[in-house]
Structures are given as C-alpha cells and as structure tokens.
C-alpha cells in the first residue's frame, strides 16, 4: 500500500514562530503537493514538486516556501506563522504518468495562537 | 474564472435516490478528470476516472464527461448513507488543482 505519512496530526504554535511540516511517502513518487483546506474554500494549492530540489508555486504560495531535499520528502515551512493559516494541511504524492492519481496523508490540524 | 468550480452544497437526497454531481470546468485542454470523495475527518481517496467523452461505470457510480460543454459529472444510483460525504473533481494536469467539492448528504 501507499503510504503517505504526515509528521504531526495536530499542532499549536504561536504566532510568528517558524512551522515545518513535513511529509514523506514510501513509494518513489515523482510529485507531491502541500494543499491546506478550510471550510467552503476546499482543497487549495500550495505548492508542489515535481523533482528533488525542484518546485512550483500553486495558488496560494504566500507565508509558505517547501523544502525537497530527498524525493521521499517534502517540508511545507511557514516563515512566520500568522493566525490566518490555522487550517488543516495535507501533503499528497503521485507518480508520473497517464493516471496519476494522488495519495493523501492523514492531514496536519495547525493552529496558530 | 477558477480552473474547476462545483457548488459546495450541501446537496441533500433521501436514500435509494439518484445523486447527481457537477462541476465545471475553465481549461480546454483538460482531457481527463479524476472524482475524489472525503468524508469528513479524512483525506480525500480517488473513487472514479474518465479520459473519454460518454460515460464510465463502475458499480453504482457513474462519470460523464462532455468536453464540448466543458463539464464532467459523477452520478450516484441507490444513494446510501454511506455515501454522505465531500465530493472533488479535478483535471489531469501536473499541478492537481481541485474544486471546492460537493458535500452530499443521504437522508435516511
């Protein structure tokens, strides 16, 4: 099976502190994505990569860069925590290819105080 | 114009009914596109894809895509409670952007 791992389930920070998330997949996937999701705003990109070292802004990119040293693992870092990015965050991993479906991890519920 | 737009329900149906699920889409060039269902507390898990105009079944899910229209739908014969969950569409591009989703509810 897949497995997309998230290294915390919840987590509380203050405000203006320096956040990583980070998630690692098992399955030498090519892409993987940092989406956060709020209620009636769904599934909003961060940003993603599609190679080690190598990344994408998606479409909310600002307060947040990533890190890719190692294809297994992608870091979602927020610079300088703000209340306004309390929200759930999940990592996700697909291969290249024709049907790329995408694997989930079990999600990061960030609170910033 | 978002790339992909459904309406964020909910969208309430009693059980045994058909669920019928939408979502718009702005790119052209979107050939493929993926259905995922959430429910809630959970991550999102792929149920159906469809790359080609018509429709696609698998058991009591249905997709239809029409390319001309630029929309793709996912119906769903027999709801179930079960079934009560959030619903995502998305293209097959290299970025993976989703719509906002559908959350369904199945009464009982």
């Known amino acids: 099976d897949v497995k997309v791992t998230q290294s915390s389930r919840y987590l509380v920070k203050r405000t203006g502190e320096k956040v990583f998330l980070e998630c690692v997949q098992d399955?030498?996937?090519?892409?993987m994505f940092w989406y956060r999701q709020d209620p009636g705003l769904g599934l909003r990109l961060i940003y993603f990569s599609y190679d080690v070292k190598m990344k994408e802004k998606g479409d909310i990119p600002e307060g947040y860069s990533v890190s890719r040293e190692k294809k297994e693992r992608f870091s979602l870092i927020l610079e300088s925590a703000s209340t306004n990015q309390t929200s759930m965050y999940l990592c996700?991993?697909?291969?290249?290819?024709?049907?790329?479906?995408?694997?989930f991890g079990q999600g990061t519920r960030l609170t910033v105080v | 114009q978002k790339e992909v737009e459904q309406n964020s329900g909910p969208l309430s149906v009693p059980e045994g009914a058909i669920a019928s699920l939408n979502c718009t889409y702005s790119?052209?060039?979107?050939?493929?596109f993926f259905w995922y269902r959430q429910y809630s507390g959970k991550s999102p898990e792929l149920i159906m894809f469809i790359y080609s105009n018509g429709d696609k079944e698998d058991g009591r899910f249905t997709a239809q895509l029409n390319k001309a229209s630029q929309y793709v739908s996912l119906l769903i014969r027999d709801s179930q409670p079960s079934d009560s969950a959030t619903y995502l569409c998305a293209p097959l591009n290299y970025k993976y952007i989703f719509g906002t989703g559908t959350r369904l509810k199945v009464l009982a």
């Open positions: 399955m030498d996937h090519e892409n």
């Open positions: 996700a991993s697909s291969p290249t290819g024709f049907i790329t479906e995408a694997f």
């Open positions: 790119d052209r060039g979107s050939q493929s």
